[in-house]
Structure formats: structure tokens, C-alpha cells
């Protein structure tokens, strides 16, 4: 473990690239394990190549095609989504006060990045563009839903591909052109465990001064759902698919302004959940990996490392950033971290060899 210890933020300890584990069952439960992978792949595989080679290009209603991928998330058995927005009463969520503080068209959705359901999901709530930002640019590609999901298993990338560099636009040119949507950006640039935030590309800043931006935050349980190493396709679809349930936590932060006049106090911790079939799950439900175990302090006082991010950027830029990384880290009860995509490419790379 000594040649992963580079990998661990020096200022919380925290080590966000780790896949997270959880117990094993046992062998008396392996033969439900596998019939459940046995009936829940051929279906899902169905629904996949229907929504995306025949339904996503067709002249239908948002409708239809957001069944089909309710049916995408329910079938792996994620039965149980717990929603929660900032400053929202309980019980509230159907009130105009809490539709006006969920992402619509014309706002961005600043994510986290954690699995490939991160994008499904909000692909059934709230049918956006995605796009796809990268360290050090401003600019982001314009992806469909299948993209999305698939970067989430792919190895991180410090510069756009050469046959998309022409591609590249500001975000308010997306909102420009699609005026009746909402825009995902996913910031950190790569997937995590979901233990921690990553330095965030200026992607944001593109975005016009008065154009809303949520910070959503989305955790799993079990956690071992999340894809922070790439590429283990079938290992990931073994975890999705042979478990009997899984469960969404979601979170929805009050709107920022890429312009500090228009940017609000950070909001109180006052919020309403919605759960479907069970209650908000328990804070300690959530599966640890070994890196996680230390004793750590405040993240938001520690952070190290993202000077290499936020260099060129004003004062204003940086508050601007550094608010909507807070809230993401408060919405997931996580800190900030100094490792980015440099940091995760390097730890591929060890991880692999040792694989190997």
C-alpha cells in the first residue's frame, strides 16, 4: 500500500481514486446473486439498445423516452431515490417554492461525477444536453446521454481528443442553442469513489452572468457502484446487476451566479427529502475503503494542489468556483481534495501494472 500512499490528499487523507468494497455475502448467497444478474443483463442490454439505437431518434415525446430509462435504473433494482433540496420544507416538494429551486431549462446542472448512472439518472429527471469539460479550457463538447455514460468509464483525459477540438464551445453558446434545456457539466473532469471533490475545470465561467447554476450531488449505496478506476465494464455490471437493491441519495443546492453581485450566502442546512419505498438511508450505510479510515480535519482549509486548476483566474473566478465545490462537497458529506486528473492518470497507471 506504500506506492499508493501519493495517491491520498495530503491534506485530509483522503483517497478518492480507490474503488470501495463491500462485504462479502457469503456463499449461500451466490446462486441469488447469479440468477439476478442472469435475468436483470439480457433485460437491461434490451432496454439499452432499444432506447439507444432505435427510440433516441425518433420524433416521440420526452415521455416515452424517459420510461425507458426508468426502466434502465429500476431494473438493476435502484428502487429507492432519496431527493433532497436546500431550503425546501419537508413535505414541500410539489409546492412552486421547490419546482423554482430544481434545475429547468436555461439553467446548468453542476454534477458530481462518481458512475455512469450519475448521467441516466438525470437523463430520466430532467432530460439535459451533456457536455464534457476538460482541465485548464473553459470550452466544453457538446455529448449525448450514451457518451456521458461511457466517460464514466474511461480513463481520465487531460486535453480534448484532436477530432474535437473544433467542437469545443462556451457554455453560453449551449444555452443559446437550446434554449428549452438544461445543461449538465460535470466539473471534476473523471470519476471518483464519491469520498471527496476533485479541482474543478473553469468550465463554469463560460457560462453567462445571470444563468443559474445547481450544484447536484448524487451517492450510492452500496457504494461499490461508483467507477473511480476504468475500463471493469463486466466488474461494474457484476456489482450493478447481482444485488437485490440499490439506493440514490441525491441532493440539489441552492442556484449560483457566475458573478459574485448575484451569488447568495451559503444556504442553510434546512431541506425536504422525498424517498421512493424507504426512508433517507443512514449516514454510516456507506461502504469504506482502507484509505478512508484516517482521522481528518476541515477539507475546505486543507485543500492542496488546485493552483495548477485556477491558475489565470480572478479573484471573483475562484469564488465563484470554489463556492459551487463547496456545495457539492457539503450536499455529499465529503471534503475537498487536491488531486485531479493528473493524480488520477498516474494512478492508473500503477493500478494497472499491478493488476497485471
Known amino acids: 500500500m506504500e506506492k499508493y500512499s501519493q495517491f491520498r490528499d ?78 425546501v420544507k419537508r413535505g414541500s416538494l410539489n409546492s412552486k417554492a421547490a419546482l423554482a429551486r430544481l434545475p429547468s431549462a436555461g439553467t446548468i446542472i453542476a454534477s458530481s461525477l462518481t458512475s455512469p448512472l450519475d448521467a441516466l439518472y438525470l437523463a430520466a429527471i430532467f432530460d439535459p444536453i451533456f457536455t464534457a469539460s476538460y482541465p485548464g479550457t ?20 487531460l486535453v480534448p481528443p484532436r477530432s474535437s477540438a473544433d467542437k469545443l464551445v462556451p457554455l453560453s453558446e449551449i444555452l443559446a442553442r437550446y434554449p428549452d434545456a438544461s445543461v449538465v457539466v460535470m466539473p471534476e473532469c473523471t470519476t471518483t469513489n464519491g469520498r471527496g471533490i476533485l479541482p474543478f475545470s473553469p468550465s463554469l465561467l463560460s457560462a453567462p452572468p445571470n444563468a443559474k447554476i445547481f450544484p447536484v450531488n448524487m451517492r450510492y449505496t452500496p457504494g461499490d457502484i461508483t467507477t473511480p478506476v476504468p475500463q471493469e465494464y463486466l466488474r461494474w ?41 424507504l426512508d433517507t ?26 493552483d495548477d486548476v485556477e491558475d489565470g483566474l480572478t479573484p471573483d473566478e475562484r469564488r465563484v468556483l470554489d463556492r459551487v465545490a463547496e456545495d457539492l462537497a457539503r450536499l455529499g458529506r465529503v471534503k475537498r481534495v487536491g488531486l485531479g486528473v493528473r493524480e488520477k492518470i498516474d494512478f492508473v497507471k500503477v493500478w494497472g501494472s499491478r493488476r497485471r
Open 281 to 306: 438511508v443512514a449516514n454510516n450505510s456507506y461502504e469504506t475503503n482502507f484509505f478512508d479510515t484516517a482521522d481528518i480535519g476541515d477539507g475546505s482549509d486543507t485543500l492542496i494542489g488546485s
Open 138 to 157: 473553459r470550452l466544453v463538447q457538446r455529448i449525448s446521454l450514451f457518451r456521458a455514460m461511457q466517460l464514466a468509464l474511461l480513463p481520465p483525459q
Open 10 to 87: 495530503r491534506g485530509t487523507a483522503i483517497a478518492p481514486f480507490f474503488p470501495v468494497t463491500s462485504p462479502p455475502s457469503g456463499l449461500l448467497w451466490m446462486p441469488v446473486h447469479l440468477f439476478l444478474f442472469a435475468i436483470r443483463v439480457p433485460a437491461l442490454l434490451c432496454f439499452s439498445m432499444f432506447y439507444f439505437t432505435i427510440l433516441r431518434w425518433l420524433p416521440v415525446g420526452s415521455f416515452a423516452k424517459k420510461a425507458v430509462l426508468w426502466c434502465m435504473i429500476g431494473i438493476p433494482g435502484i428502487w429507492w431515490i432519496d431527493l433532497q433540496i436546500d431550503r
Open 237 to 277: 455490471l457484476w456489482r450493478l446487476c447481482s444485488k437485490p437493491t440499490h439506493c440514490i441519495r441525491v441532493r440539489v443546492a441552492e442556484c449560483v451566479y457566475n458573478n459574485p453581485m448575484l451569488t447568495s450566502p451559503t444556504p442553510a442546512s434546512s431541506s425536504t427529502s422525498r424517498s421512493t419505498g
